[in-house]
């Protein structure tokens, strides 16, 4: 009997012991954030499996889920958007209904803004930073003003239908009314007044308007991606200092960014051209068939971003949208500087430098 109890009390502690050994394997190995990029990998709607990756540029190790790694729990679902703005991270949960508020240099969890107001979510969406204040757009039809210190939603602007995305140039807001999630389509760019945080106008760009970027000389770019049936795919261009459409091309777009008088863009849902195009300004004719000269293949790019200290552009490669994606790093020649999975992280859609 005491031969038994003797084995047991040893067994008992080896377990002990290596339950230890474990936990404190698992938190050294988290390492610190120094220069490396966040990525934000959407999971697959519905299955609760956001996650977020960090990656070293120094050591390049690529930790994913690192928020979770930190915090002991997960983001949640639907992840559509984040930005690193004032010393924090502001991460869209879309499917949860919430932004979630993290240290930038630990990733710490530090609040919860809820988007579910009587228990109906209003599905945020998209977020950018200007001055003290943070901006959501959400699918319900509005625009959420943020305080920045205090955490806390001031306001909410009326919108368009279905707001997606935002950019600001000089001082408004603009803000993309795609109506696609209703199926009432909407064909408008909300401006908002970013002193009065007032909706001052509307300006009508085409149908079912998406992505949105600004140029150096007060323009802004739209991709309007019609009803998917009739009315095809627009690209158009507009003045915002007289907020009217001066350019429009029969162009297929998803994402577009702007860098170097260059726009930068994404093939759209279901168009024949498969790679990252770069598109002259004044005319939007391709510069080349493929951004990419290299030859490393993109099989679905879910991603597109440029960081402006490095001229770096980060392809964030979603695969099937099922199995875990990859992130490209191209210089402006477009030649591959390297890549990095974000497994087990599923369908990476956006790509921030730190420092």
């Not at 955490?151 to 009314?177: C, D, E, H, R």
């Not at 760019?189 to 970027?213: D, Q, Y």
């Amino acid at each position: 009997m005491k031969k038994t109890q003797l084995s047991f009390i040893a067994i008992a502690l080896i377990v002990i012991a290596a339950s230890c050994k474990k936990t404190d394997t698992v938190t050294s190995s988290v390492p610190k954030i120094t220069n490396g990029l966040f990525v934000l990998n959407q999971g697959i709607y519905g299955h609760n499996n956001t996650t977020f990756t960090y990656y070293d540029l120094g050591t390049t190790v690529a930790t994913t889920d690192y928020y979770e790694d930190i915090n002991g729990f997960g983001l949640g679902d639907g992840g559509s958007d984040f930005i690193v703005y004032g010393g924090k991270i502001y991460i869209v949960m879309n499917s949860s209904g919430t932004v979630t508020v993290a240290n930038a240099y630990t990733a710490k969890f530090i609040d919860t803004i809820n988007f579910k107001i009587s228990g109906i979510n209003k599905q945020p969406e998209n977020i950018v930073g200007f001055g003290t204040n943070v901006f959501v757009s959400s699918t319900d039809g509005t625009v959420a003003v943020i305080d920045t210190a205090t955490l806390v939603i001031n306001k909410f602007i009326t919108v368009g239908t279905n707001p997606a995305q935002m950019v600001i140039s000089g001082s408004n807001l603009y803000v993309s009314n795609t109506g696609a999630i209703s199926g009432n389509y909407d064909s408008t760019v909300s401006v908002i007044n970013l002193a009065t945080l007032i909706e001052t106008s509307k300006i009508t760009v085409g149908t079912n308007p998406g992505s949105i970027a600004t140029d150096d000389s007060g323009n802004i770019y739209v991709a309007c991606a019609g009803d998917y049936a009739t009315i095809v795919p627009i690209l158009v261009k507009v003045n915002t200092n007289t907020s009217t459409v001066t350019m429009s091309a029969d162009t297929a777009v998803s994402t577009i960014r702007f860098y170097n008088n260059l726009l930068y863009v994404t093939p759209a849902y279901g168009s024949s051209v498969a790679s990252v195009r770069t598109l002259n300004t004044n005319d939007f004719s391709a510069v080349s068939p493929s951004f990419i000269t290299d030859g490393t293949i993109i099989t679905s790019a879910y991603g597109l971003d440029i960081d402006p200290s490095t001229g770096n552009v980060y392809v964030s490669d979603a695969k099937d949208y099922t199995s875990p994606g990859e992130v490209f790093c191209f210089d402006q020649t477009g030649k591959k500087k390297f890549s990095f999975s974000v497994t087990p992280g599923i369908s990476p859609c956006k790509v921030v430098s730190i420092q």
